[in-house]
């Protein structure tokens, strides 16, 4: 069997799609910021408001059909699109665990909350992922301004592109840290602190805080390319009216000896 993660959209509204899931005879259940419901003792699916859905035991047809009924209450479904797939299986006999051998996911029971707090972190890192490759794009876009200022200490950018690749950099950083909210403790566990251990488990097999450093870091050096291009928009700001200045003393003396001339 298969736990699958998908991060579709920016964001889910989950009381439309109750509504909806709810008027072809599913059984739901809203708690925070996921809705979920179980397709048989086994199967179960978890949709969480910030994008992501995870199926467990649901086989690939299902999951489409689902994901196809709610993609009318998704933000932005061309946000990016992150599929993340593991295998899992009961075992009565054992605690619940993650095999990082084999990447398995041992279920010590089927019991809906267990799988509900592994699913915050599969969730979690298919968000991640999207924000990765966002911020990963974003700096490939832009890695040739340091080294065209390494070579020629300038960059050969009109004050229109100049403006645009520092909307970019702002929209990139900003985007980022809006999504990277999600990837907090989830407040489910301050009322089920029980199940807290297992969420604990999924993040640290996905290793979340590794990456979100890395992703600090990246997201560093799109503050200093952001400061390098502002800095460059100044100064191209500030020679143009130094031009325009030197320009209208030029004019002005022109008209000077022009009007001593013709005396």
Known sequence: MQVTSYCTCTSYNLNLILGLLSASGRSCTISY??????INPESAVFIFDFGCVVFWGVDAQEQKSILDSISGYAEDLSYSNTIERLEYKFSEKSATHIDEESDVVVLGSNEIHLRLSLSYGFAQSAKLEVIENYIEKTIN???SIPLELIKTGKISLSRK????????????????????????????FWKKPMYEQYYEMAVYFMELEQRISVLDTRLNVIQELYGILSTELQHSHSS???MIIIFLIFIEVLLVLMKDFFK
């Open 141 to 143: 876009e832009n890695k």
């Open 240 to 242: 143009r009216l130094e």
């Open 33 to 38: 910021d996921v809705l979920y419901f179980e």
């Open 161 to 188: 592109e100049l403006a645009k690749k520092i909307g970019n950099l702002f929209s990139a950083k900003n985007s980022a840290s809006l999504n990277t909210n999600v990837l907090d403790t989830p407040d489910f």
